[in-house]
């Protein structure tokens, strides 16, 4: 990342540039953990969305990741290609398709999760932690309000 002493404060203090810059160091942090689970950070989201109890269909997963279907579909391909999940017809409904994590998935899942909690750590490191704690409560209020 480059260095911010060449912005000026009315840019660096803007909340929209805090977390952008925030999420790019986190993402920097995370890919490297993530790239032995042969996973990028967006297909460990999908992992954890349908790992999250019984299968869901590709809908579903759009519609709670705020993913257009389109790009579901081909990030549920990634996956399956990998050997992570699978595609099964819901039961009543032929057209409809349930995503559900293979051994493998499950197994990917549970390491991405430890990786994640490892980043996130690292971000959050300089922090006390009860502030890193507000942090985290204080945006997920902030989401939450949506």
Same mark, same amino acid.
């Given at each position: 990342?480059?260095?911010?002493?060449?912005?000026?404060?009315?840019?660096?203090?803007?909340?929209?540039?805090?977390?952008?810059?925030?999420?790019?160091?986190?993402?920097? @942090?995370?890919?490297?953990?993530?790239?032995?689970?042969?996973?990028?950070?967006?297909?460990?989201?999908?992992?954890?969305?349908?790992?999250?109890?019984?299968?869901?269909?590709?809908?579903?997963?759009?519609?709670?990741?705020?993913?257009?279907?389109?790009?579901?579909?081909?990030?549920?391909?990634?996956?399956?290609?990998?050997?992570?999940?699978?595609?099964?017809?819901?039961?009543?409904?032929?057209?409809?398709?349930?995503?559900?994590?293979?051994?493998?998935?499950?197994?990917?899942?549970?390491?991405?999760?430890?990786?994640?909690?490892?980043?996130?750590?690292? @971000?959050?490191?300089?922090?006390?932690?009860?502030?890193?704690?507000?942090?985290?409560?204080?945006?997920?209020?902030?989401?939450?309000?949506?």
């Amino acid at each position: 990342m480059s260095s911010d002493l060449e912005a000026p404060p009315a840019v660096t203090r803007r909340l929209g540039y805090l977390l952008k810059r925030a999420q790019a160091r986190l993402a920097e @942090l995370a890919e490297p953990l993530y790239e032995p689970l042969g996973v990028t950070g967006r297909q460990l989201a999908l992992l954890a969305l349908f790992g999250d109890g019984p299968g869901q269909s590709q809908q579903d997963g759009a519609a709670r990741l705020g993913v257009d279907r389109t790009t579901m579909v081909a990030l549920v391909d990634e996956l399956e290609a990998k050997g992570l999940v699978r595609r099964e017809v819901a039961p009543g409904d032929r057209r409809k398709r349930l995503v559900t994590l293979t051994g493998d998935g499950e197994r990917v899942r549970e390491a991405g999760e430890e990786a994640t909690r490892r980043a996130e750590a690292l @971000l959050l490191a300089p922090l006390a932690a009860e502030d890193a704690e507000g942090l985290r409560s204080a945006l997920e209020r902030v989401v939450r309000a949506e």
